[in-house]
């Protein structure tokens, strides 16, 4: 009993983790029909903002890391993307692709490849005894910010103005700048926040690993695309819900197979994806956004 | 009020619009007929800002408005109620009418304006909380003219309104156009069903592959030699 309860909390705060990033991905794609692979180095510029950062105030590590990462991805739309946004889509997730590299590059050459550790929020890393149950602190702590952070989502898009213009623009960019949404101004909000998920999940993937790589974004964020890709291309629940089934799906395998089979595990990940997709190539929840218009 | 010169519009290697020239005044119902491929719909994104303008001048209440940016024109008073009325088939009703109204600074008077579109379209109040994307055709049109009312346009263009509609829906339709102008709208209807828009406007424009091939009032247009022909496009196939 005490197993299965320990790996459910570890399936959701890792699906949380999954959904959060999925998110910042699915946001932008949702509005610009673009796959930002750069998103998973807005996730390591916040990591290595911590480790530069390192030895100041926790609080001050911890906005610096987050204003480093909503910046970047602010300057990002505007100098890489903007230019091109009359571009195919092929054309501008070969850009993203351009600047995932680059950010990597650019911090191989300030930090060298050799893998840095820092240490923040050491509090989070010890745990919460419930009748035999030890629940680590940050996954609670990751669950909590993940669920605050959907319902601020889903109350910003449904209750205030702009929320309600993305929401237009992701349905119909064309006739929401006919009603008057100035593109300019919903693209560089949708790239805010996915900068302030980001942000978010910088911290909590140092807190949890306490390593950092100039290539840690990328894993990251290939599983969190599958999830869009899972949950339905264009619907932000959808990527949530995506990242949540990912994140059950490897725990519930790292759990269910053999020790011998257990490297392999994210094979058996994509296999199962790959299979559902087979099934349902349309994901789980399919995007108003991505429906054909009559 | 609007004035075309000259107007070009190509898609690739494809002309459009092969130099189009037309004047609107300010109160006036205007309509432009033709065939499907005249040209018509080019012409109305080409004012709204949606397709670029190859060559040639649009002017709206004196000043040149080519390469404006279709959220720029709708701030100057120029709202489209596009081909398709594509309206925001996730958003509810009530935000859909309410996202016309984005551009707009005078937010006091938007609850107001709100009502006068209901008044004009009652079957909408019934559904304001369900999303847009049930309604039927009929009911999509009357959204998505009420939508491009709560910018305040000055000129409202609109392409199509009958399409698909069943003969009584249109009629309606025509008639808020009828009511709009009393309230000091500038109207440019572009139709394929030449009947209608005949009979709402002040004036006709005929345009057959991209060029205007004759203008004039409804029994003028009837009158002259030709109409016929150059309404179902056989003219346009003339070298």
């Keep these: ?294 | 009020m609007l004035a075309t010169e000259d107007l070009r519009v190509t898609y690739g290697n494809i002309l459009a619009l092969g130099g189009v020239s037309l004047r609107i005044e300010e109160r006036e119902i205007v309509s432009v007929i033709g065939p499907n491929g005249a040209g018509k719909s080019s012409l109305l994104n080409a004012i709204a800002g949606v397709v670029p303008v190859a060559s040639g001048s649009i002017e709206f209440e004196g000043q040149a408005i080519a390469g404006t940016a279709p959220e720029d024109l709708v701030r100057r008073g120029i709202s489209l109620v596009p081909e398709g009325r594509h309206i925001f088939g996730g958003l509810t009703v009530a935000e859909n009418i309410r996202i016309g109204a984005v551009a707009r600074r005078d937010r006091g008077a938007i609850d107001g304006d709100v009502d006068r579109v209901l008044a004009m379209f009652p079957v909408l109040r019934e559904r304001l909380r369900q999303p847009a994307g049930k309604l039927s055709g009929g009911e999509q049109q009357m959204l998505a003219i009420g939508r491009a009312l709560l910018a305040r346009p000055r000129l409202l263009l609109i392409d199509e309104p009958s399409l698909g509609l069943a003969p009584l829906v249109v009629s309606e339709v025509y008639r808020a156009v009828a009511d709009l102008r009393a309230e000091g709208v500038t109207i440019l209807i572009v139709e394929q069903s030449a009947t209608r828009a005949l009979e709402a406007a002040d004036r006709t424009y005929v345009l057959a592959s991209g060029s205007i091939v004759m203008a004039g009032g409804a029994a003028e247009l009837r009158a002259e030699e030709g109409f016929e022909d150059a309404y179902f496009g056989y003219k346009a196939r003339d070298p």
């Design chain 1, 1 to 294: 009993m005490t197993f299965v309860l320990q790996n459910i909390v570890d399936a959701i705060s890792l699906g949380a983790l999954y959904a959060l990033t999925a998110l910042g991905i699915g946001l932008i794609f949702g509005i610009m029909r673009l796959i930002n692979f750069a998103h998973g180095e807005l996730i390591m510029l916040g990591a290595y903002a911590l480790f530069f950062t390192f030895g100041m105030h926790e609080a001050i590590m911890g906005l610096v890391a987050m204003a480093l990462v909503i910046a970047t991805a602010i300057v990002m739309e505007r100098v890489a993307f903007r230019p091109l946004r009359r571009a195919n889509p092929a054309t501008l997730l070969i850009a993203s692709f351009a600047l995932a590299y680059f950010l990597q590059h650019l911090v191989l050459l300030i930090f060298g490849a050799r893998p840095k550790s820092v240490t923040f929020l050491h509090e989070l890393s010890g745990f919460f005894v419930v009748e035999g149950l030890r629940i680590p602190k940050l996954q609670v702590v990751t669950i909590a910010i993940t669920i605050v952070l959907l319902v601020g989502l889903v109350v910003f898009f449904r209750r205030s103005s702009i929320g309600t213009q993305m929401r237009a623009a992701a349905e119909d960019f064309g006739m929401a700048r006919l009603v008057g949404v100035r593109a300019n101004s919903v693209i560089a909000i949708a790239f805010l926040l996915s900068g302030v998920l980001a942000g978010i999940i910088s911290l909590l993937y140092v807190v949890q690993t306490g390593t950092l790589t100039p290539r840690m974004g990328v894993s990251l964020v290939l599983v969190a695309f599958v999830a869009t890709v899972i949950g339905g291309m264009g619907s932000l629940v959808g990527a949530a819900v995506g990242g949540l089934v990912v994140g059950v799906l490897t725990v519930a395998l790292q759990a269910v197979l053999t020790v011998e089979l257990r490297p392999y595990r994210d094979a058996f990940v994509f296999a199962v994806l790959i299979g559902f997709l087979l099934v349902r190539p349309q994901g789980l929840l399919r995007g108003r956004s991505a429906r054909e218009r009559i």
